[in-house]
């Protein structure tokens, strides 16, 4: 039964993986991997300042979203 449930534990955590990145909620970790690979000699946003940043250029650039 233990072996049953590691699968399906597994399978839950890929699809919660999977709908996270359709929704957008791990662009925070996106941005830091790409900050981290470009080299940018100031210190990464902090994650509120990130959201917010993200928030207020869709609002002022609205693009094909659903809501």
Not at 24 to 51: Q, V
Request: with cysteine.
């Amino acid at each position: 039964m233990s072996a049953r449930l590691a699968v399906v534990a597994t399978g839950f955590r890929g699809f919660a993986r999977y709908l996270g990145g359709v929704l957008g909620a791990d662009a925070y970790t996106k941005y830091l991997e790409h900050h981290r690979a470009a080299g940018h000699g100031l210190p990464p946003l902090s994650e509120r300042e990130f959201w917010r940043d993200r928030t207020d250029r869709q609002d002022s650039n609205p693009q094909g979203r659903c809501c």
